[in-house]
């Protein structure tokens, strides 16, 4: 069932909720219009987990929390695969994606993001002691490990059309592979392969490659080159609102508090005054 909600302080959002549905349960149009329904993969480590208990924590979770907030709104989240989480978006089942996105052309145009505020570039790891040709055409009969559909995936397969690189629904099943041998590297973000694995007991053999990858927009400016969050195409409302209630976050350092519980060093260059009050 769609439903759409409509109000609160002129935000138009359309929401969908697992749980009404699972029960048989109607939404009413003025229930809705109280929540926005966020998107979010869960398995992104630092950024997105779902403890034991099974409630959803994370640096993205909790900023958003912070975020709706600030816009007088109540968040709920909606778990899923990270490829189900644009077409989500795109139907309305969803009312925002709370989950880093690349700004790419093509998402671009079809949906609308907020400021960057995770600048978290992509990195291969590898097996210390490894030697490996990362130039275009290289990394000969490597066994690679990629999430479908992000851009990670589409630059391998642009950079490297020799490879069949192998393609997964969430970190987690990556790590498992590359760590029972069954994967030779993996290629993603950043951060979250140094807090997920590099700077853990079980990362002592490996080591990130001594680059880092702008999988984005090419005409995007290296100083904004960061991901971001979406919204429908158009609505302008609460993207205005979602922007803004960042920008009070990093202004007043929450962002940085709230990021600060789940990693030790910062995700965008706006936190450099937080940073320094810190010291």
């Keep these: 069932m769609r439903i759409t909600a409509t109000g609160l302080a002129?935000?138009?959002?359309?929401?969908?909720?697992?749980?009404?549905?699972?029960?048989g349960t109607a939404i009413t149009p003025a229930a809705?219009?109280?929540?926005?329904?966020?998107?979010?993969?869960?398995?992104?480590?630092?950024?997105?987990?779902?403890?034991?208990?099974?409630?959803?924590?994370?640096?993205?979770?909790?900023?958003?929390?912070?975020?709706c907030k600030r816009m007088g709104v109540e968040c709920e989240f909606a778990v899923m695969d990270f490829q189900a989480l644009i077409p989500?978006?795109?139907?309305?089942?969803?009312?925002?994606?709370?989950?880093?996105?690349?700004?790419?052309?093509?998402?671009?145009?079809?949906?609308?993001?907020?400021?960057?505020?995770?600048?978290?570039?992509?990195?291969?790891?590898?097996?210390?002691?490894?030697?490996?040709?990362?130039?275009?055409?290289?990394l000969k009969d490597a066994r690679v490990g990629v999430q479908s559909g992000t851009p990670q995936a589409k630059y391998v397969a642009t950079t490297y059309p020799h490879l069949q690189p192998a393609l997964y629904t969430n970190p987690d099943q990556m790590k498992l592979d590359l760590l029972n041998g069954r994967l030779d590297m993996v290629f993603g973000a950043n951060l979250n392969w140094t807090s997920s694995l590099i700077d853990t007991p079980d990362g002592k053999d490996w080591q990130l490659a001594n680059f880092t990858v702008w999988t984005g927009d090419p005409s995007v400016p290296e100083a904004e080159r960061g991901?971001?969050?979406?919204?429908?195409?158009?609505?302008?409302?609460?993207?205005?609102?979602?922007?803004?209630?960042?920008?009070?976050?990093?202004?007043?350092?929450?962002?940085?508090t709230i990021r600060a519980r789940f990693l030790s060093v910062p995700i965008a260059p706006m936190e450099a005054a937080c940073v320094a009050k810190a010291k």
């Design 10 to 23: 002129g935000i138009a959002l359309a929401a969908f909720t697992t749980a009404a549905v699972t029960m």
């Design 32 to 67: 809705a219009a109280e929540k926005l329904i966020v998107g979010n993969e869960g398995t992104y480590p630092p950024f997105s987990m779902v403890e034991p208990s099974g409630a959803l924590t994370g640096i993205e979770p909790e900023l958003m929390r912070e975020a």
């Design 88 to 138: 989500s978006l795109l139907q309305g089942k969803i009312g925002a994606l709370g989950s880093q996105l690349t700004p790419l052309p093509e998402r671009k145009a079809r949906m609308n993001f907020t400021i960057p505020i995770i600048f978290n570039h992509d990195a291969f790891v590898y097996k210390k002691g490894k030697s490996y040709d990362f130039g275009k055409g290289g």
């Design 227 to 256: 991901s971001s969050w979406a919204v429908p195409k158009g609505d302008t409302a609460l993207l205005e609102k979602m922007d803004a209630a960042l920008k009070s976050m990093i202004a007043d350092c929450s962002f940085t």
